[in-house]
Nanobody
Framework: QLLLVESGGGSVHAGGSLRLSCVGS????????IGWFRQAPGKEREGVSC????????NYADSVKGRFTISKDDAKNTAYLQMNNLKPEDTGVYYC???????????????????WGQGTQVTISS
């Protein structure tokens, strides 16, 4: 059974940092692309960042470019989202998602991932 578990969320002041982790189990992490998504209260879920199965390619929403960094450690079956200079508009539930891709495919932020974690809350106060 493929399972994704996020952690690392919390409450910080604007300008602060958080690092989210997404631990995968039940599948070979190195063959999967990973995406991070978020959903703010009253808003639709949006793509934040994706990384290819190899880890060599990544993309970001315009709103987080230069502040967030996605990475994956296949040896630890873990993907990360380092979030710096956080803003109140970054508040929301953050989800990681996975899809088997291969061939260093970089999914767009609109990709329909098959597997999802349960989410972790991020709250940024001004």
């Amino acid at each position: 059974q493929l399972l994704l578990v996020e952690s690392g969320g919390g409450s910080v002041h604007a300008g602060g940092s958080l690092r989210l982790s997404c631990v995968g189990s039940g599948f070979k992490f190195r063959y999967y692309s990973i995406g991070w998504f978020r959903q703010a209260p009253g808003k639709e879920r949006e793509g934040v960042s994706c990384i290819s199965d190899s880890g060599r390619s990544s993309n970001y929403a315009d709103s987080v470019k230069g502040r967030f960094t996605i990475s994956k450690d296949d040896a630890k079956n873990t993907a990360y989202l380092q979030m710096n200079n956080l803003k109140p508009e970054d508040t929301g539930v953050y989800y990681c998602a996975a899809n088997r891709t291969g061939a260093d495919l970089l999914p767009p932020l609109t990709w329909k991932f098959n597997y999802w974690g349960q989410g972790t809350q991020v709250t940024i106060s001004s």
